[in-house]
């Protein structure tokens, strides 16, 4: 066997187990970010469960707040799997933080076991929330970069892997404090 031969067999080998390990990079990067979305679902379909009995208790204390209760309650009622799904989320996530801020202003409310153990619920449920976006957004991160750096953009684009996006909050209103005004 020649060594050109010898080079042609090496060199073949090493590009084959360059594209085998970059391929499975790409894999493992999205079943990474496909998880991080998962866990987003998980802890979006707990809250969801959670709301009906968090709207039942608040409305025997602050019925004539209806309109904050209709707002969580038409939001939560959003069809989970529409292409709206996140704003929908955001207008839960809104309504819910006001539904807490009225019960600031209903003391037997505020004293009630029951809210105050939905309250400490939802509370654990938003930080789990939080925490899932935050890890779904490293994985975003992650996989963009594979998709987007010198030389995983050459093989992204042969296998057709595109950017994925974050996720984001998606309006100015999800992002400034909740006004809660007393009628």
Known sequence: ?????????????????????????????????????????????????????????????????????????????????????????????????RLIAVAEDYPDLKSNEQFLNLQRNLTEIESQISASRRAYNASVTAWNNGVEAFPGNIFANIFNFKSAEWFEVSSDVERSNVNVSMS
């Open 1 to 97: 066997m020649s060594s050109t031969l010898i080079f042609l067999i090496v060199a073949s080998l090493l590009l084959l187990l360059v594209i085998a390990v970059t391929y499975n990079g790409f894999i493992t990067r999205r079943n990474d970010m496909r998880h991080a979305f998962s866990s987003i679902d998980v802890q979006l379909k707990k809250r969801w469960d959670l709301i009906p009995n968090l709207v039942e208790t608040t409305k025997g204390f602050a019925s004539h707040e209806k309109e904050t209760l209709d707002a969580v309650i038409k939001a939560r009622n959003a069809n989970p799997n529409s292409p709206d799904r996140f704003r929908h989320e955001g207008q839960v996530a809104q309504g819910i933080s």
